[in-house]
């Protein structure tokens, strides 16, 4: 019964207040607790549709800021000059391209919410997960500056332990987050990881 209170209590207030899915809430306790985003930041958003991390980054950015959304599926166009979305598989994105494309260096922040298509079939779903994180992994190397922070949904609960092991490896620290806003009922969780290392310290450890 609390899991239903629960979840109708976000999916209201995520209505009231203009989001377009209870997601934003899990961004909104990450950032309360983490402080990852800053006004000015360039974000990219992996996984960004409907588009409710989109508009809480947003609003913290500010006008200075720039974001970039992906998503495999389309999103209506959120009312924010400095939000480009870009529909595509993460699998298939040359990030470098997409940089260059939006006269970008480096992105500060990161964050990946997507969740997996699943077929069912563990064989198939694994594979699809493995590229995945590999497609990922390769964005923050590729397009996260030294000491940029990067938030990622754990779907692949299977492979979470080697994932956090090799994340610390990248990142000063890594923290396991389950935000309130989050189905207690669910395995979802997030790992917040922050200030990414030199690619130098990186391998040392
Ligand atoms: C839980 S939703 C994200 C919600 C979003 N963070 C928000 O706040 O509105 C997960 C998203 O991951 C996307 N997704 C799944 N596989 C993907 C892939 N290979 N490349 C890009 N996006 C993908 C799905 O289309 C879906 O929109």
């Known amino acids: 019964m609390g899991k239903f209170v629960l979840k109708d209590t976000f999916f209201q207030k995520a209505k009231q207040e203009g989001y377009r899915a209870r997601s934003a809430y ?3 306790e990450i950032q309360n607790r983490f402080h990852i985003l800053k006004k000015g930041d360039k974000v990219l958003d992996l996984g960004c549709s409907p ?34 979305t870009v529909m595509c598989d993460i699998r298939e994105t040359d990030i470098k391209e997409l940089m260059h494309i939006r006269s970008l260096q480096r992105f500060d922040v990161v964050t990946c919410d997507i ?29 996260l ?6 938030v990622i949904k754990s ?9 956090s092991i090799e994340l610390k490896k990248i990142f000063m620290r890594v923290s396991v987050f389950k ?8 395995s979802e969780i997030y790992l ?14």
């Open 115 to 143: 969740s997996p298509n699943l077929s069912g079939i563990s064989e198939v779903d694994n594979k699809n997960i493995g590229e995945l994180y590999q497609a990922v992994q390769k964005v923050v190397s590729e397009g």
């Open 51 to 84: 588009g409710s991390f989109l508009q809480v980054i947003a609003d913290i950015v500010g006008q200075e800021g720039k974001i970039i959304g992906i998503d495999i599926l389309p999103l209506t166009p959120l009312p924010y000059k400095n939000v480009i």
């Open 145 to 150: 500056r030294e000491g940029g922070h990067f």
């Open 179 to 186: 935000p309130m806003a989050s189905r207690s009922a669910s």
């Open 26 to 28: 899990k961004l909104k």
């Open 155 to 163: 779907f692949f609960s299977d492979t979470f332990k080697g994932i």
């Open 192 to 205: 917040i990881c922050m200030n990414k290392k030199k690619p130098a310290d990186s391998q040392r450890r």
